[in-house]
């Protein structure tokens, strides 16, 4: 079973940045992809970035050009770092790691952007 445990998150005014971190471990396979979903008050979940294995991303349509996400296979960690925040980008930010048995969901860090 991997475990996945989320940090970095925070409240930072419009236009500010924050950077999060998500560290997985346990497991006896190997990670194969690794992600940032977020869920807004009375919203569904939905991708926020992702990065595979051999590095290739992916990201929202709302997030691309502000958002970057980067990955350290050697110790199973995922970064998010995240520029130009608005208001609408406020949201608990979940990492979530996949492995050919299943993937695991952190807990969620709350990312707030307010004046």
């Known amino acids: 079973q991997v475990h996945v445990v989320e940090s970095g998150g925070g409240l930072v005014q419009p236009g500010g940045s924050l950077r999060l971190s998500c560290a997985a471990f346990?497991?006896?396979?190997?990670?194969?992809?690794m992600g940032w979903y977020r869920q807004a008050p009375g919203k569904e979940r939905e991708l926020v970035a992702d990065?595979?294995?051999?590095?290739?991303?992916n990201y929202a349509d709302s997030v691309k050009g502000r958002f970057t996400i980067s990955r350290d296979n050697a110790k199973n960690m995922v970064y998010l770092q995240m520029n130009s925040l608005k208001p609408e980008d406020t949201a608990v930010y979940y990492c979530?790691?996949?492995?050919?048995?299943?993937?695991?969901w952190g807990q969620g860090t709350q990312v707030t952007v307010s004046l």
């Open positions: 979530n790691a996949a492995t050919v048995r299943g993937s695991s």
């Open positions: 346990g497991g006896i396979f190997s990670i194969n992809y």
């Open positions: 990065i595979d294995v051999g590095g290739r991303t």
